[in-house]
């Protein structure tokens, strides 16, 4: 296979996409207390802590690969007139191949997600399933295709939570600040191809401060007085809202998709925040190191 060819596959897997999902698990670990475990993990020589948080990034990576090539694969005709220099309508990937691809990230992802335990291996299913959902009819039904993307999200967050199931069953309602934003970001992404969604765009960017403040009074919730989770939250806002903002006066698809790549980049501040406000800024930190690592990667392949 071509050095090309290869390229186009991973391409496919959306890299940067990939690592704001293992902010999810690394966040979640945050709300299921996990990092408090690792302390005494290491001063009981055990390995734990790492060995599930590596299991579960992995398979977070599977299936966010797997899901968004998948996305590929049922967009190729549509592809061919829109986006042509995608990698399957362009020729420089077979769409047999990327099906098969597609198929064993799915299946790796689960596998390693049951490595932890059954809850994460069940919930790693349901993920994949949704994801799948989301690509062959989600994406094309006007209110629930936002709230399938976020159910993708959603679950994600919890599959790093998975890691302490009796923390699960109690801390499962936090899964919806993810689908709210997600299901934001996948309203105003409607208008990357043809622009003029100004109605999107304004409840998108409602929904993004309804998160915002929703982490501000989760965090105070937690841990009163918790006033470590702002900068993170100012750090987000200001990702978020000045391309949205400049979406809503142009109108043109070009900052339209803009903006819908600064906010999915963004997940990472979410979850950075979110790892904040359960644990403390220190673990916010961690998380926000993805960063860097998600922007250089956005330069490389295509985010959206």
Partial sequence: MKKTSLFAYLQLTRPANVITAIADIWAGFAIAGAWSFMQADLQLGTQSFWQNLLWLSLSTIGLYAGGVAFNDIADAELDAIERPERPIPSGRASKKVAFGMSSLLLVFGICCAFQVNQVAGFLAFIIAACAVLYDYWGKHQFLLGPVNMGLCRMGNLLLGVSVA???????????????????????????????????????????Y??????????????????????????LLGGMIFPPLVKAIRTQEPKFIGKSVKAAVISLILVNASLATAFSDWTIGILVLILLPISLWLAKKFAVT
């Fill in 165 to 207: 199931p009796e923390v699960l069953s109690k801390a499962w309602p936090v899964g919806f600040l993810p689908l709210i934003y997600v299901a934001s970001i996948t309203m105003i992404s409607r208008g990357e191809v043809h622009g003029k969604n100004r109605k999107a765009l304004y409840v998108g960017g409602s929904m």
């Fill in 209 to 234: 401060a309804l998160i915002l403040f929703a982490i501000l009074v989760l965090a105070n919730l937690e841990r009163p007085g918790n006033w470590e989770v702002i900068p993170f939250l100012i």
